[in-house]
């Protein structure tokens, strides 16, 4: 991990993050001509030349030629090549880091054709912690994974991969649409997905029709359900008969009723935040809701 | 002796014009070189969407020695916040002109920047500015190419008179 970081950072934020070490920072943020932040163990600290601080006087403040170079780098020096990516404001690179971009999207038509003069990136560390979704069985029905940003879902879908495909030995496919989960990379999981086959950089609605017809999956993984046509298809696949584990954005119990949920999932678990992925609040049967 | 001073004297005005024909062959070779290495990266741009590094390394094998050094110091500099003097200093290493180098570091130091549809139209700009260059080059090299060999010669001649 720490040799991506080293590749996209400039040498002055490299040296501020190994200042912090590489295994504590989840998240770091830089925005043009604004302060950059850096999340250590689930806090939002200023990044400065002496590592994380309290202080916005001691954070780095990048120009906007910093901001395109650091994209520059993401994109290992050819932004056409990830363009598909780009697109969906994201790059992700080896070792699963994933770079956020934030700027002037370039519309051709209805078809995003890139997005432009970006200023802010949010760079994401995954991090593997293997055994923390071990509260939740994953040997029968679907389960929907819901929690506030930062609470560690995708990192709880990856490990309920790796159990499912590896320990249980069902036939996994994961539906990485973000490249979150499994980060692939030249069609190689960069994060441990055990033996998941993953389809990366598609939507759900075409990712869950394509997996059930050509991979005959036991169980499906995806994450963020956000849209109708994301649940429309997760129901579609559990009518198959095929078990799906899933995450979505949620507060509380609460906001989950607002989502078009019915008939879909068996249990929800609701994680929570406390420093590490994987911590269940609540765990509430389907029908519940 | 005379003689053979005079004679020597032919030869090297011979080999001074010889060489001179030479360096604009050279020149017109690279220039269509790099035309075509526009085309090419163009199209490459649009469907193999293949890492820079990979495209430039494929690509530098199907170009002439000079345009080679030029790819290979790209490949190497590629990231580096100098990359546009250090393209500028290979290619006027090469043989270009100022001018004409200015146009080739640019147009290499501007590679993989931008979305694949404005990458094309950024060649396509370069492409034609380079043809028109190359164009020139190869109007001054059907020119004066014969030129160069006759006047070595002639001045050889000329000091072999002397001589004699």
């Given amino acids: ?289 | 002796m005379r003689w053979f001073f005079a004679i020597l004297a032919v030869l090297a005005g011979g080999a001074v014009g010889y060489l001179m024909r030479n360096g604009k062959k050279k020149r017109v070779q690279i220039l269509s070189d790099l035309c075509k290495l526009c085309e090419t990266l163009s199209q490459n741009v649009d469907y193999r969407k293949e890492k820079l590094s990979v495209v430039v390394k494929d690509l530098s094998e199907k170009v002439c020695k000079d345009v080679r050094v030029v790819l290979d110091t790209l490949n190497r500099s590629l990231g580096e916040s100098d990359l546009e003097k250090k393209m500028k200093d290979a290619c006027e290493h090469i043989g270009l002109k100022k001018e004409e180098s200015a146009i080739v570091a640019a147009m290499l130091s501007s590679l993989g920047r931008t979305d694949s549809s404005s990458q094309k139209d950024i060649l396509c700009g370069y492409a034609k500015q380079l043809g028109e260059t190359c164009d020139a080059a190869k109007e001054d090299f059907r020119k004066n190419a014969k030129l160069y060999l006759e006047l070595g010669v002639l001045l050889g001649i000329g000091v072999g008179i002397m001589i004699l």
């Avoid at chain 1, 932004?79 to 598909?84: N, P, Q």
């Avoid at chain 1, 038509?109 to 071990?134: A, F, L, N, Q």
């Avoid at chain 1, 309920?160 to 692939?184: K, W």
């Fill in chain 1, 1 to 289: 991990m720490s040799a991506a970081l080293d590749k996209l950072l400039d040498s002055k934020t490299c040296a501020a993050v190994a200042k912090i070490g590489y295994d504590r920072v989840y998240e770091i943020r830089l925005r043009a001509g604004r302060a950059a932040t850096v999340n250590v163990g689930g806090s939002f600290y200023y990044l400065g030349a002496g590592g994380a601080s309290a202080y916005r006087d001691d954070a780095f403040v990048f120009k906007e030629k910093e901001i395109a170079d650091t994209v520059y780098r993401a994109a290992d020096y050819s932004i056409y090549a990830v363009e598909a990516q780009l697109c969906q404001s994201f790059i992700t690179l080896q070792g699963g880091l994933r770079v956020g971009v934030c700027g002037t999207v370039v519309l051709d038509g209805d078809r995003v054709r890139t997005v432009r003069d970006v200023g802010s990136v949010v760079i994401r560390v995954p991090h593997e912690v293997k055994g923390c979704s071990d509260a939740v069985s994953v040997d029968n029905g679907s389960v929907l994974i819901a929690s506030p940003p930062a609470c560690g879902k995708t990192t709880f879908l990856r490990d309920i991969a790796r159990r499912c495909s590896r320990s249980a030995m069902v036939n996994t496919v994961v539906l990485d649409e973000r490249g979150e989960i499994a980060a692939c990379r030249d069609g190689t999981p960069m994060l441990d997905v055990g033996d998941a086959d993953v389809l990366t950089d598609c939507d759900k609605s075409y990712g869950f029709r394509h997996a059930v017809r050509v991979m005959r999956p036991d169980v499906l993984v995806t994450d963020e359900l956000m849209t109708e046509e994301d649940f429309e298809a997760v129901r579609k696949a559990v009518r198959s008969g095929i078990r799906v584990f899933a995450s979505v954005h949620a507060e509380t119990g609460v906001d989950l009723k607002t989502k078009p949920l019915s008939g879909i999932f068996d249990r929800i678990v609701l994680l929570g935040k406390g420093g590490k992925p994987g911590i269940v609040v609540q765990e509430i049967e389907g029908d519940a809701l």
